[in-house]
């Protein structure tokens, strides 16, 4: 059964059901009330209803904390003693056999041994990179993916089948079908935002947050660095009042073109936008202002070290727009790309990140948010347990490798502090329970309530789903 | 115990002639002893035969696992190795040609790997130089490796990799002549002491093994040339160096030095664990068949009487089959109903394979256990017999015997759907409301009107009508003055006015744009780094001038498809192809074949789409559910395109630009990022900046003899020109869309059901494709574009899904209007414009938006036209709107496009600025401007609040509404009353309503006196937000 979607419908002309806003056009005093009825209906509006999930739902939102450039899985959340052991020799034929013709595999140089330490926490007592030190404080709430794997090594189309099921590009991101899926809690606010941070390249994967063929409404609205987002402040010649005045205005003349148009609700809901737009602005600088916040918090994210400022406040704001009923928020942090010199890469990565990502998981649980929240962590693919090309000590690296990594979960009825699927003693594939981006997709869309084939829109004469590869819910990660 | 037949030990072993299969076996087998089951299992097969290929064409079809390979070869993009006498009784044989460049025609990948096995590889060679009573000795290099992986059509099989084949001697006696080698990695070579004679066929047999069983890797090679059962101890040539731990893959190479007149010829490559085998050619083509798990092929199959077709086969099918899967509209779109179909005619993937029922799809789905996946499936029909399963699975094994008088083959596919007949001039219909009509569309709509008890609305008032037309037209809303004269109407007035607006430059400007979508043209290669492609303008500029020329819509079409083909070559036509060569390019695809096909899938898609509107994409990899065009149709599309590709071309006479001047005209980033990536290309001597004059286009190889010179182009890793290549090139059908499994080979064509082809032994040209397109005859073009051209007026087409004319597509609502378009088209020079001015004089366009309650409810969605529908401005329209307005529209001759940091300081056109894909325009992006990415034939229209924030408080409109409010104070003084009508004549183009005029001075005054130039510029602000204004009326 597919959803029956009101919000794709964009038609001119088609016949409206409400001759209410159309006869009180002229009364400002039932603005308010009017433009409540229309958000609430629905037409091509720019909010969108909440609906009613496929099946209970474990998260109600999610926050997608995306490590673009691939970290190291046998450096952060993976530790093979055996690749300690062979670190400078080749990969034994046992391994090398199962690693699967994918170029730049890697299989054919030398291994790499982990420049950085492991140490067991938590009552699970599962291992962490030194890299972690503050992650790992929280690691009772990390459910790990330790084999994660598909067979494009390359940056750009890895980033739009981790995102979006495919590597084409011109699917919508997974932000995009859950806010179409579900619409936001907040309807002064975008329904899913994305903040790049040390963003690499002059164009970084706009698919990963863009909505595809879905309406443009849900597609996340990008914030880089201390940006805000766009044309939210008003110009500086123009106060508040004045700017109610102009959109009083603005609306009697919009109602008056409404009534000689006959019936349109295109046009009713373009008028409603303006009072949406005019609540965005207002709710926007409160979200983005976080001087209301105390200073343990604003330490807690390290706020106050220029090291981890950037990526902190986005997670900090992060856990602003889900208080406020925001569904989705994608935070991309470049540059975990170590080619070379993978120490100095992945500790300089782990220094800006490692405490923001604590702060948040720490803060939203204190605040009772982490039930509802899912939190996942990961890159595009990880890199290979050998070294790549002929560099010596440390300005070793890694290259990429698609064929099996890590990522974690926490959160939004997520059971911490496990371990699913494993790689080989070197880290390169995985033994058990290989796991494909579409099973993350798949269970992403469960723990928010929604079925990946029911959630089904029509285009171009097909009902396209989220997971248009296949991918299966991994129940363990919630039992 | 030694053994004569085991390679490790051959050379020091006496020979001992042993007997008894265990014995044998213990030697073969030693390390696997334990293994009771696997011993057991090899006893019943004791076949030393690792794997074989005969190059017979039944070989290469693809199932079960057959002669010890996984699956069918893998055939070279570049230059496939050709199959000769492949008849499937017979070995054939393997003629491969050289390219002249590293080229990888010919590889197959094994069942099992080896790994710890030594064994030997047999193959024969014959060698023929052309001309083959050349005096001086041509250097060749030719190849069979062993390796890891395939690495692709251009992989380098080298290092560690056992290489056995003929090369030029580089030292020793026959320094200069062409010998047998060997190799591991190019240093570790040995050459054989005699020259290979020309045309000679030669029986080369190799041993691969290890010295030392503690060795991991592979680590000894031995070539014996025409070798007797008695030469295994004297190897003509012998090296050992390190190789490989293991090997998955077979394959021939071919090198710098192998030229395409080269001949070089393959046959009975055979692998095997023992000597004695691989000099026996007799036992060729007895490997046993295994299904894809590896057991033996069922022997019941295989045994079974004698069947017939007429008695025994027929009415099973019948019965049970054609239900579903026969006549042109089958279910899957697979029809059991023709025996060519059966074979994979359409899709390369056949449902049964003569001779082989174990590996035929056809079997494999009437034996599923799972009852979705069964055939019949469980809701329909029971499942077949055993007996019955057998005798048909008997059938296939004893070749597939078919009657052409029961089941004869298919004449051309026909379809009765309504698109696909011919377009023929319909009478105009008989209405009673003669006086409404103003032109012949309107006798249509009247029809349908009058059918339905409709009334039109009236005619809309002179104000909104002037603006429709306008915005229409040209995007633009019409000038005060224009107004002014249409307001004292003479008879001539509005026909003067439409006349006006087609000739506007700005026309073209407008219309332009609509084609540019539909050809997801873009001025980036798209992908991960989105390079630019610094001369893509050309071609923006290009449609717009065709449609400022009135171009006829077939010429326009022709240069487009086959502007390089033309002769004599000039710019104009080059420039044209910039249509095929907006497809996007990845610039960091290793895998050649890849990154060529789908840049040919992309071509194929958009072309389709918009010449004919079909949306074959589907058929890229199965045939068509819903539509009657066949996979195979897809591929002979697809073979128009193929020996092509998108690049730089020179240009004569056009302007020349120095490199540098690209940065006036791309992003400020985007300019440095493309400079440091042509700086790279320059280093590698890949890439050299020039002024030569050149546009981004799409040249063939032919062309290119033709005198097209293709200039490098900047991409990370660009897709290889190989023009040579590219001629001989043949497409295949890919099988699944894969191009790692492509099947039989197609000629271009066209979707058999849209026409018949020439009787012609010749290859069709993209010229013919041309023709085609604009013949009479042809049942989409005309109907498509006519369509299109509606839409653009109306905001709707007749057919609503105007790049979807197939059979899921929408009905049109007014059939008989379109066919007699599309005839007034064609017999009209394929003039669009005299589309146009049949359509914006009539009386349907003419109405008024006005909403009748008692017509919308018999035609709520207003299909049959009953009132005007207004509708939303595109991006370019509502950006170009406002400059208009303000008087700052700036329509000098744009130079190359408008970058964002000069785009406040140039306001030009939105049409002129920068497109790259991953970075579009912000106004294009907020207003729902397409993708890029595929043809894009209605744009959306979205009702977001980053809209309003944008138009309120974005320095582009604050800056837009400050000029026009110094402009109304300029014009109308410091009176607030004067400067409202001031600005409802700029910005509406009408007087204000006594209550407008009301709202709009308490507006007005509410800030007056402290900062009356602001509260001028927010009321102007105001006015450019109004839905009025964003609005067609």
């Not at chain 2, 005699?194 to 041993?207: Q, R």
Request: net charge negative.
């Amino acid at each position: 059964m597919l959803m029956n979607h009101p919000g794709n419908s964009t038609a001119i002309g088609r016949p409206g059901r409400r001759t209410l806003l159309q006869e009180s056009a002229l009364c400002f005093g039932t603005l308010a009330l009017n433009a409540m009825l229309a958000a609430e209906e629905q037409h091509a509006s720019a909010t969108s209803a909440v609906r009613t999930a496929h099946h209970p739902a474990t998260a109600k939102h999610i926050i997608f904390l995306f490590m673009s450039g691939g970290p190291g899985q046998t450096d952060t959340f993976d530790p093979k003693p055996v690749l300690q052991k062979l670190d400078g020799q080749r990969v034994p034929d046992s391994i090398a056999a199962q690693v699967p013709d994918i170029p730049r595999s890697g299989v054919a140089s030398r291994l790499m041994a982990s420049p950085f330490r492991f140490s067991k926490h938590g009552q699970s007592g599962i291992p962490v990179s030194e890299l972690f030190p503050h992650t790992a404080q929280l690691v009772d709430e990390l459910c790990l993916l330790r084999s994660l794997s598909h067979r494009n090594p390359v940056h750009g189309p890895a980033e739009c089948l981790s995102l979006t099921g495919t590597s084409v590009g011109n699917r919508p991101s997974m932000g995009a079908w859950i806010s179409w899926g579900l619409g936001s809690d907040n309807r002064n606010l975008p329904s899913f935002l994305t903040f790049l941070s040390n963003s690499t390249g002059p164009a970084p994967q706009r698919p990963g947050w863009n909505s595809g063929f879905l309406p443009a409404q849900y597609q996340g609205t990008a914030i880089t660095g201390n940006d805000a987002i766009p044309w939210t402040a008003m110009p500086t010649a123009d106060s508040d009042l004045q700017r109610r005045q102009q959109l009083d205005f603005l609306d009697g003349m919009n109602r008056e073109h409404l009534q000689r148009s006959g019936n349109n609700t295109e046009l009713a809901a373009r008028i409603n936008s303006f009072e949406l737009s005019f609540r965005m602005q207002t709710a926007a600088p409160e979200v983005f202002d976080l001087s209301g916040e105390t200073a343990s918090t604003r330490s807690l994210y390290g706020l106050d070290n220029a090291r981890t400022a950037e990526f902190g406040r986005h997670c900090l704001l992060a856990r602003r727009l889900i208080e406020r009923g925001v569904r989705c928020v994608q935070l991309r942090n470049g540059g975990w790309d170590a080619h070379g010199s993978l120490e100095s890469n992945h500790l300089a990565r782990a220094a800006a990140t490692d405490q923001p990502v604590a702060a948040l998981l720490q803060d939203l649980r204190q605040r009772g948010l982490l039930d509802d929240t899912l939190v996942v962590w990961g890159g595009e693919f990880g890199r290979t347990p050998t070294t790549e090309g002929v560099a010596t000590g440390r300005k070793r690296g890694r290259d990429h490798s698609p064929v099996g990594y890590t990522m974690w979960l926490a959160g939004g009825g997520v059971q911490g502090g496990r371990i699913i699927g494993e790689t080989d003693e070197l880290g390169y594939v995985p033994v058990q329970q290989p796991l494909l981006p579409a099973d993350l997709h798949a269970t992403l869309l469960h723990a928010l309530g929604l079925d990946q084939h029911r959630l089904a829109f029509a285009h171009r004469n097909r009902d396209e789903i989220p997971t248009v590869l296949g991918g299966n819910v991994i129940h363990q990660v919630f039992a | 115990m030694p053994s004569q037949d085991h390679p490790t030990h051959a050379a020091t072993a006496a020979p001992i002639r042993s007997s008894g299969v265990l014995v044998l076996l213990m030697v073969l087998f030693g390390c696997r002893l334990c293994h009771a089951g696997s011993l057991l299992q090899d006893a019943v097969h004791p076949s030393p035969r690792i794997a074989e290929d005969l190059f017979r064409s039944q070989s290469q079809l693809p199932g079960i696992q057959r002669g010890g390979w996984k699956h069918s070869p893998v055939l070279s993009s570049i230059l496939p190795g050709q199959l000769l006498h492949s008849e499937a009784s017979r070995p054939g044989e393997l003629l491969i040609h050289g390219t002249g460049g590293r080229n990888n025609p010919f590889r197959r990948e094994l069942a099992q790997p080896l790994r710890n096995q030594p064994f030997f590889i047999r193959f024969q060679l014959c060698y023929a130089p052309q001309p083959a009573d050349a005096t001086s000795i041509d250097p060749e290099f030719f190849v069979l490796w062993l390796d890891r992986n395939d690495g692709g059509d251009t992989a380098v099989h080298s290092t560690n990799v056992p290489n056995i084949g003929l090369h030029v001697a580089d030292r020793g006696p026959l320094q200069g002549q062409n010998v047998f080698m060997i190799r591991i990695g190019s240093s570790n070579v040995a050459w054989t002491s005699t020259a290979v004679k020309p045309g000679k066929t030669y029986t080369l047999v190799a041993a691969l093994d290890k010295r030392s069983t503690a060795s991991t890797r592979y680590d000894q090679l031995r070539l014996w040339i025409d070798p007797t059962p008695d030469t295994l101890p004297t190897p003509d040539a012998q090296i050992s160096a390190a190789g490989p731990d293991l090997i998955r893959w077979a394959g021939f190479a071919t090198g710098l030095k192998t030229e395409p007149t080269d001949e070089i010829r393959v046959s009975n490559l055979v692998l095997s664990r023992t000597w004695k085998d691989a000099l026996d050619f007799s036992t060729d083509g007895s490997l046993p068949l295994r299904n894809s798990d590896g057991s033996p092929v069922d022997p019941m199959l295989a045994n079974h009487r004698k069947v017939s077709f007429q008695t025994d086969v027929f009415p099973l099918l019948r019965q049970h089959c054609f239900d579903c899967h026969s006549s042109a509209e089958p279910h899957s779109g697979l029809r059991l109903d023709l025996r060519e179909e059966i074979l994979g005619y359409s899709t390369g993937l056949p449902m049964a394979v003569p001779g082989y029922s174990a590996g035929s799809r056809m079997i494999e789905v009437l034996r599923e256990e799972s009852p979705e996946l069964r055939m019949p499936p469980a809701d329909h029909a029971p499942a077949l017999t055993k007996e019955q399963t057998l005798l048909l699975a008997a059938w296939i094994n004893q070749g597939l015997s078919w009657d052409d008088q029961l089941l004869p083959p298919a004449p051309r596919r026909t379809s009765d759907h309504w698109a696909f007949q011919p377009v023929r001039r319909p009478h105009l219909p008989q209405i009673n409301s003669t006086e409404w009509v103003r032109t012949p569309i309107d006798a249509f709509i009247a029809a349908a009107h009058e059918q339905h008890q409709l009334t039109p609305s009236a005619e809309a008032d002179t104000e909104s009508l002037a603006r429709r037309l306008a915005l229409t037209i040209t995007g633009l809303p019409p000038k005060p003055e224009q107004l002014a004269t249409l307001l004292q109407p003479d008879g001539t007035a509005w026909q003067n006015y439409t006349e006006q607006l087609l000739n506007s430059p700005h026309y073209g400007e407008h219309w332009g744009r609509h084609w540019l979508d539909l050809a997801r043209w873009a001025e980036s290669h798209g992908h991960q780094h989105d390079l630019p492609r610094p001369f893509a303008w050309r071609y923006r500029d290009y449609v717009i001038d065709c449609f400022n020329d009135d171009m006829p819509w077939n010429q326009f079409i022709t240069e487009q498809i086959a502007g390089d083909e033309i002769l004599p070559i000039n710019d104009r036509q080059l420039i044209a192809t910039g249509f095929l060569a907006a497809a996007r390019i990845s610039g960091n695809e290793m895998n050649k074949a890849i990154q060529r096909n789908e840049m040919l899938v992309d071509i194929v898609n958009m072309t389709s789409a918009a010449l004919l509107g079909l949306t074959v994409e589907c058929a890229q990899c199965h045939n068509h559910k819903t539509d009657p065009i066949s996979q195979r149709d897809y591929y002979r599309l697809q073979a128009f395109f193929a020996s092509g590709q998108p690049g730089n071309l020179a240009l004569q006479q056009a302007d020349s630009f120095p490199a540098e001047q690209a940065s006036e005209w791309m992003p400020k980033a985007t300019y440095s990022f493309y400079k440091s990536e042509a700086d790279k290309l320059v280093r590698r001597r890949m890439f050299a900046h020039t002024p030569q004059p050149h546009t981004w286009g799409f040249c063939s190889a032919t062309a290119a003899q033709q005198g097209v010179e293709r200039l490098p182009v900047v991409n990370r890793d660009p897709l290889p020109w190989q023009p040579s290549a590219s001629l001989s090139q043949q497409t295949r059908l890919l099988i699944r869309g894969d191009t790692g499994s492509p099947g039989p080979t197609v000629r271009t064509g066209w979707p058999e059901v849209l026409g018949p082809l020439p009787d012609s032994q010749r290859l069709l040209t993209r010229s013919d494709l041309a023709r085609w397109l604009t013949s009479p005859e042809n049942p989409l073009v005309a109907r498509v574009w006519v369509n299109r051209i509606w839409q653009h007026h109306f905001g709707r087409g007749l057919v609503e899904t105007s790049s979807d004319f197939g059979p899921a597509g929408s009905a049109p609502s007014h059939p008989e209007l379109l066919d007699w378009l599309a005839v007034e088209l064609m017999e009209n020079n394929w003039s669009t414009r005299h589309i146009q001015r049949l359509i914006v004089n009539s009386a349907t366009f003419r109405q008024s938006a006005e909403f009748d309650r008692s017509d919308a409810d018999i035609d709520p969605s207003n299909q049959l036209l009953h009132r005007w529908s207004i509708r939303r401005l595109e991006a370019e329209s509502i950006r170009d709107s406002i400059l208009a307005v303000t008087g700052e529209l700036n329509t000098n001759p744009v130079l190359g496009s408008v970058p964002p940091q000069t785009e406040e300081q140039l306001l030009q056109r939105t049409v002129y600025l920068y497109q790259r894909r991953s970075e579009m325009p912000e106004v294009m992006r907020l207003f729902d401007a397409p993708d890029l990415i595929g043809s894009c034939s209605r744009r959306d229209v979205s009702t977001v609040a980053q809209q309003p924030l944008f138009l309120l408080n974005s320095d582009f409109m604050q800056n837009r509404s400050r000029a026009l409010a110094a402009l109304i104070q300029q014009q109308a003084g410091p009176d607030s009353r004067q400067q409202i009508l001031a600005a409802f004549e700029r910005i509406l183009g009408r007087q204000p309503t006594d209550s407008e005029l009301f709202r709009s001075e308490q507006y007005l005054l509410k800030s007056r006196g402290t900062d009356d130039e602001e509260q001028l510029r927010r009321f102007c602000q105001a006015m450019f937000s109004l839905n009025e204004f964003l609005y067609v009326p």
